[in-house]
């Protein structure tokens, strides 16, 4: 992911493209394509390039995006065919000099809003079904907990890739499957599943595998991969599915049963504090300990001013 935003980062975008947007009318219920053309500049993003559509040419555009920094998923659309998030691919990436133009559509698999904002309201359904949240059974140690929940290194990597989902819904625009079978759960939403049931502190693990053990559940999943191709944080939601499948079969053969952590005892106390060495000593007059517990103070007005 790195090299690849080096490799992007010394692209240069031709210096005007067109960018074509399908827009849609909730109120006439029409949908059609209106091209635009802007100037560009390097790093130029394609939400950078429709908020100038939007600012300068059109404010009839209507699109959702917040951080711009591909945290949020705010931003996913289908981009020259491809689902991606706008905020995280520059101008440059996807037109040139031979061919400058952008093309850009609502996600494909939602139902379109207006313009290039979807309705994410099935997909958080969906998301909300296979509980994706901590479930132990005794309630009171949960939620008034006294200590933490052991959790190995080894463990957190078990899960940790699929953690970093962002919800942006890219991998459901690409998916087959979903596209033909609206009852189908999605890659999401089964990521998260597979997320929380390998998770050693979660209790919940039965009632996940039975909410996905069925056609429209993880045997739904036709593995074409697409899902993991378009996803911004590289979770690989295929995999999850791939390897909920293998945990399901084997859990049915009763050839798995998973072992649940508990809350670890408490802590060892902190040692007291080693003296400096004699070549250590602060300065005379200066204090460690004042300075530990004193205020940082930023003068704020002192650098606008300045």
């Avoid at 106390?269 to 200066?286: H, I, N, S």
Wanted: glycine share 6%.
């Amino acid at each position: 992911m790195a090299l690849l935003a080096t490799r992007t980062a010394k692209l240069i975008p031709p210096k005007r493209v067109k960018v074509l947007v399908r827009r849609y009318d909730p109120e006439k219920g029409e949908s059609w394509w209106q091209e635009y053309e802007i100037e560009t500049y390097r790093g130029m993003t394609v939400l950078d390039a429709l908020l100038k559509i939007k600012e300068e040419i059109d404010h009839t555009l209507s699109l959702r995006y917040s951080c711009r920094m591909a945290v949020c998923g705010s931003c996913g659309m289908v981009i020259n065919g491809t689902p991606r998030l706008a905020c995280q691919t520059q101008v440059a990436e996807v037109a040139s000099e031979a061919n400058p133009v952008v093309r850009v559509e609502p996600m494909y698999n939602f139902k379109v809003i207006r313009d290039l904002m979807t309705d994410f309201t099935e997909f958080f359904e969906k998301h909300r079904r296979v509980k994706p949240y901590l479930i132990r059974r005794d309630v009171e140690e949960q939620e008034n907990p006294e200590y933490e929940y052991k959790l190995l290194p080894e463990e957190y990597e078990d899960f940790y890739q699929y953690s970093l989902c962002i919800s942006c819904g890219l991998c459901v625009a690409a998916c087959p499957v979903f596209a033909s079978d609206t009852r189908f759960l999605g890659p999401q939403a089964l990521a998260q599943a597979y997320r929380f049931i390998i998770d050693p502190r979660d209790e919940g693990w039965r009632e996940r595998l039975e909410i996905v053990d069925s056609e429209d559940g993880v045997f739904g999943c036709h593995l074409a991969a697409s899902c993991s191709a378009v996803c911004p944080k590289e979770v690989d939601p295929g995999a999850a599915i791939q390897r909920l499948r293998s945990l399901l079969l084997r859990y049915r053969l009763g050839l798995w049963r998973k072992s649940v952590s508990g809350p670890v005892g408490p802590m060892e106390k902190k040692a007291e504090r080693m003296p400096l060495p004699p070549e250590a000593e602060t300065l005379p007059g200066v204090s460690l300990e004042e300075l530990e517990e004193s205020k940082v103070e930023i003068p704020v007005e002192k650098l606008i001013s300045g």
